[in-house]
């Protein structure tokens, strides 16, 4: 953050899964007509495969995966990640919190926890 405004964007949180890493894209989709990848956040193993994703109310993402919850903080996902360390954004797991025993879901009215 600099000593302007806070930046604000339409981000979109893309889970990919696959067998040997998985990963969440976080794209930057102010201008829907040019679509940009804000960064890409690592999934280890350990936490499983990405089944959802929410904005919490107190503006943190959760991502729920198979095991475990990743808490991730939006202020943070610009910033450069270092090669074998886990990414700026990634501030909390919640370990065995995953989808098997928490899940989202949404509805019209809006998004709801389980």
Do not use: K, W
């Not at 939006?74 to 990640?81: K, M």
């Amino acid at each position: 953050m600099s000593n302007s405004a806070p930046r604000t964007a339409d981000l979109a949180f893309v889970s990919v899964n696959c067998p040997t890493n998985s990963f969440v894209d976080v794209l930057d989709i102010t201008d829907p007509t040019l679509p940009r990848r804000l960064t890409s956040i690592p999934v280890t193993a350990g936490d499983g495969l990405v089944q959802s994703v929410i904005l919490r109310q107190d503006g943190m993402v959760l991502v729920a995966a198979t095991e475990n919850v990743l808490v991730l903080d939006p202020g943070r996902l610009g910033a450069a990640a270092t090669t074998g360390q886990p990414h700026p954004a990634l501030v909390a797991r919640l370990p065995s919190m995953g989808s098997g025993a928490f899940s989202f879901g949404t509805e019209d009215y809006g998004v709801m926890a389980e």
